[in-house]
């Protein structure tokens, strides 16, 4: 089976950083393209950043580029997440997901069919 493991969210001052990671089993990691989506309190789920699983240039929203930086290693089966000057508009539930050989659309929730429970962010301001 399947299952992504985030972790790394807490509480954080405005202007701080995180990292994230999710952890992969189940699958044959380096075949499969990972993404990063957050969900804030009565909002939409919305994308974050995505690597593809054949690497090249990553993907970002504008809201985070320049800030965020997502990477993997295929060793450890684990993407991460690194979350740099915090804003308090950052505060969310932060979603890892999988979709095998995926190239393209990685900004679309439906592009990907494996997700993992999530984990809090919280940026104090």
């Known amino acids: 089976q399947v299952q992504l493991v985030e972790s790394g969210g807490g509480w954080v001052q405005a202007g701080g950083s995180l990292r994230l990671s999710c952890a992969a089993s189940?699958?044959?990691?380096?075949?499969?393209?990972m993404g990063w989506f957050r969900q804030a309190p009565g909002k939409e789920r919305e994308f974050v950043a995505a690597?593809?699983?054949?690497?090249?240039?990553?993907y970002y929203a504008d809201s985070v580029k320049g800030r965020f930086t997502i990477s993997r290693d295929n060793v450890k089966n684990t993407v991460y997440l690194q979350m740099n000057s915090l804003k308090s508009e950052d505060t969310a539930v932060y979603y890892c997901?999988?979709?095998?050989?995926?190239?393209?659309?990685?900004?679309?929730?439906?592009?990907?069919?494996?997700w993992g429970q999530g984990t809090q962010v919280t940026v104090s301001s």
């Open positions: 690597i593809a699983w054949s690497g090249g240039t990553p």
């Open positions: 997901a999988a979709e095998r050989y995926l190239r393209g659309n990685y900004d679309n929730q439906g592009s990907y069919t494996y």
């Open positions: 189940g699958l044959t990691f380096s075949v499969y393209s």
